[in-house]
């Protein structure tokens, strides 16, 4: 399966601080109990990845928020 492959699994996803110092991004679906830790630097980083892209899928299909105006969703 590569990134570009439509699927119909669905799963939930929770980020938060863990009681150790690290960020947590929790995936749970059917037959998937995945905790990933990351320490403060590495979320970072990944959260920067996750804007770039959300950034590149945007001007890609010509649409979502405008420019500094981030869509903001709530928080499990």
Request: proline share 8%; hydrophobic share 35%.
């Amino acid at each position: 399966m590569s990134i570009n492959t439509q699927s119909d699994i669905a799963a939930n996803l929770q980020i938060g601080p863990t009681d150790q110092g690290m960020v947590r991004i929790y995936v749970e679906g059917d037959g998937v109990d995945l905790p990933l830790d990351f320490d403060p630097d590495e979320a970072e980083e990944i959260a920067e990845e996750l804007l770039a892209a959300a950034e590149a899928a945007r001007s890609q299909s010509g649409g979502g928020a405008p420019q500094g105006k981030p869509t903001k969703k709530p928080r499990r």
